[in-house]
């Protein structure tokens, strides 16, 4: 099985600064045949079901704020917050679906403000 | 656009089965690889299982083989998943979710809380 490790566990940022999130696979999700890289990132709010904001590690989903980028490849990837909103305070996981199954989630991040 | 609405949230003993529904609006069932995944309360992402189009069949995590139920009624559009066995650290809201041929998860149902409590 695929395991994810995000980092930090959480992380506190002032407003308008940049957030930064790492997630690290235990083996490479890069496809060699298309060079995609199987990694999403969801952003969960407290009671609400996660959201799909990143797929294929940097593509956008549709109607996500272009503050939020992805970024990174094979084991090593990134999601960045260039300027902290206050409704981006939540938990963010990234999932790899490059070896399934299992798909695989990170254990989270929880991003308040400073 | 695909919207999922599962069933209420449930209280069960230990050692019974619970049985959560999922109803698809905007695209039918077939069009559609259904997964669900856990959250126990204060924790993470747990995938469950879910329907792998290439092999044509339902795959279930190893941690839930034997005790999970995953099935489907496409003549109303409705996914099924049925834990049994249940035990206190099933606690927990489970989401459906669906996977649009492509790995990640899009959208996701509102969750269903259920409660395992003697």
């Known amino acids: 099985d695929i395991v994810m490790t995000q980092s930090p566990d959480s992380l506190a940022v002032s407003l308008g600064e940049r957030a930064t999130i790492n997630c690290k696979s235990s083996q490479s999700v890069l496809y060699s045949s298309n060079n995609k890289n199987y990694l999403a990132w969801y952003q969960q709010k407290p009671g609400q079901p996660p959201k799909l904001l990143i797929y294929?590690?940097?593509t956008r989903e549709s109607g996500v704020p272009d503050r939020f980028s992805g970024s990174g490849s094979g084991t090593d990837f990134t999601l960045t917050i260039s300027s902290l909103q206050a409704e981006d305070v939540a938990v963010y996981y990234c999932q790899q679906y490059y070896s399934t199954p299992p798909v695989t989630f990170g254990q989270g991040t929880r991003l308040e403000i400073k | 656009q695909v919207q999922l609405v599962q069933s209420g949230a449930e209280v069960k003993k230990p050692g019974a089965s619970v049985k959560v529904s999922c109803k698809v609006s905007g695209y039918t069932l077939t069009e559609l690889s259904m997964h669900w995944v856990r959250q126990a309360p204060g924790k993470g992402l747990e995938w469950m299982g879910g329907?792998?189009?290439?092999?044509?069949?339902?795959i279930y995590a190893q941690k839930f083989q034997g005790r999970v139920t995953m099935t489907e009624d496409t003549s109303t559009d409705t996914a099924y998943m049925e834990l049994s066995s249940l035990r206190s650290e099933d606690t927990a809201v489970y989401y459906c979710?669906?996977?649009?041929?492509?790995?990640?998860?899009?959208?996701w149902g509102q969750g269903t809380l259920v409660t395992v409590s003697s």
């Open positions: 329907f792998d189009p290439e092999d044509g069949e339902t």
């Open positions: 979710a669906t996977d649009r041929g492509e790995g990640w998860f899009d959208p």
């Open positions: 294929w590690a940097s």
